[in-house]
């Protein structure tokens, strides 16, 4: 089992529509991460959260960690064909210092 | 500016044999790590070193061995490759170990093990 759930695995949407990728879990964390990989590439932090209830945004991006920093989101607002990608979540738990990954979420965009 | 540098990029090998993918970095990194990313599983944490001379175990050391003599350095050796070890491993490294530090990955290694 792993330490953060991400959901949904899969998500295939058209142009212009919104999404939310979520991760959860069962631990509390110092801090939650995004990130973002593309075919062939290696991982790119978008952002890093770290105090509860706080919210950041990137451009369309918004990204949310809950109060209780067991759990994130990430909302893409009028997503575009280059929003396409592996997000995956990750963080820090607060009884460690290994960074722990969730399993992604893919995400379509479709023109 | 390099960054993490990976090599080889793609290798594939037979059974039992072993090799060595190497990993450099040019900014002075204290913290450098190894994972494996595997369809549906994320990436998962095989070795890592907070530091020139120190290394520790990750998720899933078995079958890994890793060495850092230098702070740019860090290869992972897979000792004697089984199909199981067939992945995408990459490299990575931060200032410091833990929480909100950025981390900067590598551009991955295709490791095919028949």
């Known amino acids: 089992t792993q330490l953060l759930e991400q959901s949904p695995q899969f998500l295939s949407i058209q142009e212009g529509e919104n999404l939310t990728v979520y991760c959860n879990s069962s631990?509390?964390?110092?801090?939650l991460q995004w990130y973002r990989q593309e075919p062939g590439e290696g991982p790119v932090l978008l952002v890093t959260?770290?105090?509860?209830?706080e919210v950041k945004k990137l451009k369309r991006l918004t990204f949310q960690f809950g109060d209780a920093r067991k759990d994130s989101s990430l909302h893409i607002t009028a997503a575009q064909p280059g929003d396409t990608g592996l997000y995956l979540c990750a963080g820090v738990p607060s009884n460690d210092y290994k960074l722990s990954f969730g399993a992604g979420t893919t995400v379509t965009v479709r023109a | 500016n390099a960054g993490v540098t990976q090599t080889p990029k793609f290798q594939v090998l037979k059974t039992g044999q072993s090799m060595t993918l190497q990993c450099a970095q040019d900014?002075?990194?204290?913290?450098m790590s190894w994972y494996r990313q595997d369809p549906g599983m994320g990436l998962r944490l095989i070795h890592y070193?907070?530091?020139?001379?120190?290394?520790d175990q990750g998720e899933v050391p078995n079958g890994y061995n890793v060495s850092r003599s230098t702070t740019e350095d860090f290869p992972l050796r897979l000792l004697s490759a089984a199909p199981s070890q067939t992945s995408v491993y990459f490299c990575?490294?931060?200032?410091?170990?833990?929480?909100?530090?950025?981390?900067?990955f590598g551009e991955g290694s295709w490791l095919t093990v028949v």
């Open positions: 631990s509390v964390f110092s801090s």
């Open positions: 990575a490294s931060s200032y410091v170990r833990g929480a909100g530090n950025t981390i900067y």
């Open positions: 070193s907070v530091g020139a001379g120190i290394t």
């Open positions: 959260v770290v105090t509860g209830g």
């Open positions: 900014m002075n990194h204290e913290y």
